[in-house]
């Protein structure tokens, strides 16, 4: 079992990606709740909570329900990382994450993000500035090098071990390839197979099925395995990847009423934490996920985008129930 200081981890723990204007509470409560075993804020700005920027505040925000827990940050300097890490440590998350993959270039124009895989001497400084500033574990997610000409994945993993990070995420792809293209996790079996690493070793990347999370928990050997995008309007794949290691058949697919009841209590939750106009505003982004191939759905989409006030969508989510009471996803 993977441990991250006193987190113990199940066996081949399943992690829900951070990911921005995604991985807020109310979401992470709904992955919580169809199996993910280790959760990560959406990442927040050094310098945005220094400066007490009010959006990188709220994504502090953590609940007693949703842990193990990390608040993951990102940032070019080493004075505003520390300074960040001290105040995520008074909120006491579980762990402190940086992020030294994302390749938006908003992110890596400042020198952060995955714009540091350029410069590994300053990963370096960042990561020991962040563990200077926490008491708790300090982790790292990150990328296999700039490009395909510069992957340095080997060196970075022993030198942040060697420094105390005590675990480590890789997105099998470069910052040059983006989100696109093919991702290479046997540059991650190789790290993980590395003699001198000790510390757990996650991949990231394409995981969007029970049958390829298995074929590649078989074939690269990791100590577990990140899912973002396709955990998006579909949390219930946590569940279906466990299930399908313990028996090898699949669970059903989530039914109507279940699609219905994540997209509502999804919507709750997110009036409950932002305030009814926002979570209103906000949720509607995701509801192509959930009811994704659903035959004859465009009418009522439309209803859920363009609705305003909480109880006239509830009245939607209801009209839905109706018409769809004996449709059978396939």
């Known amino acids: 079992m993977p441990t991250i200081g006193n987190i113990i981890l199940p066996d081949f723990p399943l992690l829900l990606a951070p990911m921005e204007d995604v991985s807020d509470p109310p979401f992470r409560r ?35 329900y949703e842990r193990p827990v990390g608040i993951q940050i990102f940032g070019g300097d080493e004075e505003a990382m520390e300074m960040s890490s001290r105040i995520v440590d008074a909120v006491q998350p579980d762990l402190v994450d940086i992020n030294f993959g994302c390749p938006v ?16 001497d300053l990963m370096i400084r960042l990561t020991k500035a ?10 790292v ?21 060697d420094i105390g990070v005590q675990a480590l995420t890789i997105h099998a792809r470069t910052r040059a390839q983006m989100y696109k293209g093919h991702s290479d996790w046997s540059h991650i ?3 993980k197979n590395n003699p001198r690493i000790t510390m757990p070793i996650f991949g990231n990347g394409d995981i969007d099925s029970p049958e390829k999370a298995l074929e590649y928990k078989n074939k690269y050997g990791l100590d577990g395995m990140m899912i973002g995008r396709a955990a998006i309007g579909y949390p219930w794949i946590f569940n279906e990847i466990k299930h399908y290691f313990r028996t090898g058949e699949h669970l059903p697919e989530p039914s109507m009423k279940d699609r219905i009841e994540a997209a509502r209590n999804h919507l709750i939750w997110s009036m ?25 759905f465009k009418e009522y ?29 396939v």
């Open 30 to 64: 709904l992955c919580k709740l169809h199996g993910a075993d280790l959760m990560y804020s959406e990442f927040i700005s050094s310098e945005g909570l220094i400066r007490d920027a009010m959006k990188s505040k709220q994504k502090l925000d953590i609940f007693d």
């Open 105 to 120: 270039k908003k992110v890596v124009c400042k020198g952060a993000g995955a714009g540091v895989l350029k410069d590994v």
């Open 130 to 139: 962040v563990i200077k500033g926490t008491n708790l574990p300090v982790t």
């Open 141 to 161: 997610k990150t990328r296999l090098g700039w490009d395909e000409n510069s992957i340095n994945i080997d060196e970075v993993a022993e030198r942040l071990q």
């Open 189 to 191: 079996a190789r790290v």
């Open 272 to 296: 409950e934490w932002k305030g009814e106009r926002v979570g209103i505003f906000e949720m509607r982004r995701h509801y192509t996920n959930y009811f994704k191939g659903i035959h004859g």
């Open 301 to 329: 989409k439309q209803k859920l985008v363009t609705t305003d006030g909480a109880m006239a969508l509830m009245d939607v989510f209801e009209e839905i129930a109706q018409v769809y009471a004996n449709y059978q996803t």
